[in-house]
């Protein structure tokens, strides 16, 4: 038996042990870190992260964040309880910050709900229902564990397989930088992951379903994603900016994954 082997064989077994299906999609998705580590991690970071930024004082636009990111929030639960998989959002925390930085197009959500959107993107989202697009997709990613999934294979690939806690004690700056980037978060990440395709493609799939449910009209994400798409030549931070799914393939996908969303809007109207 060589050592290719034997690593091979360990990673079989990990992504034996270590799979979580996601909802809606239900694909399942590598899940080594515990969730205990990476809601530690979480509540350190987004602490710096706040403590760093500026936040808007703009009273109207905050109280559109919090309320938008509340309603998806309910609705994440509402669904997850329905079900039965309430367990995976059972430590969250929600909260929701608006960012003053108007070159950042971005926003993001990290472990236990802690969310951040920066004034960057209300250009592009316009509306509440816009804004609901883009927390729809941000909570799509947190309910479909995206981030331990990333955690998980830059662990193996950038530390040795190491353990978060391990690796957070022993290299914490290259770890917590690890962690910024598989999170997205921030204008300035000095290597860039991009979430992949098919992680964008579940998180609009779940995004679209859960603003639905909290009562904004699924349709509009086509056209926010048009505006998103003719944002040309400006330097586009990591979770907006990512060249795949081309813009033609992401809008024609979420024109596809309309109609399992919108009996929830209609419901949500009644
Ligand atoms: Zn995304």
Not at 20 to 42: A, D, Q
Not at 231 to 236: K, L, P, T, Y
Request: with cysteine; net charge neutral.
């Amino acid at each position: 038996m060589n050592w290719f082997n034997v690593i091979l064989g360990m990673l079989l077994l990990l992504q034996v042990q270590g799979c979580v299906e996601v909802p809606i999609t239900h694909r399942k998705g590598l899940h080594l870190v515990p969730e205990t580590e990476l809601l530690s991690m979480s509540l350190q970071q987004y602490d710096d992260v706040l403590k760093k930024s500026k936040l808007s004082t703009d009273t109207r636009n905050v109280e559109m964040v919090r309320r938008t990111g509340n309603r998806i929030a309910k609705a994440a639960e509402a669904f997850l309880a329905e079900t039965g998989q309430q367990d995976k959002i059972k430590n969250y925390k929600w909260q929701f910050n608006l960012i003053q930085d108007d070159k950042t197009v971005n926003a993001w959500v990290m472990p236990g709900g802690k969310a951040a959107v920066y004034t960057g993107i209300l250009p592009y989202t316009q509306n509440e229902t816009g804004l609901a697009v883009v927390l729809g997709h941000e909570v799509g990613h947190a309910l479909a564990d995206h981030g331990n999934e990333r955690m998980s294979e830059a662990l193996i690939a950038n530390m040795g397989g190491m353990a978060l806690s391990v690796a957070f004690s022993r290299q914490p700056q290259q770890t917590q930088q690890l962690f910024m980037t598989v999170y997205g978060v921030g204008a300035n990440v000095g290597f860039l992951l991009p979430y992949s395709r098919l992680h964008e493609s579940e998180a609009d799939r779940i995004g679209l379903t859960l603003m639905a449910r909290a009562g904004y009209d699924p349709r509009e994400a086509i056209p926010f994603w048009e505006r998103m798409s003719k944002q040309e030549g400006a330097s586009r931070p990591p979770e907006f900016l990512s060249t795949h799914p081309a813009p033609e393939t992401r809008i024609a996908d979420i024109k596809k994954y309309i109609p399992e969303a919108l009996p929830y809007y209609d419901k949500s109207k009644k």
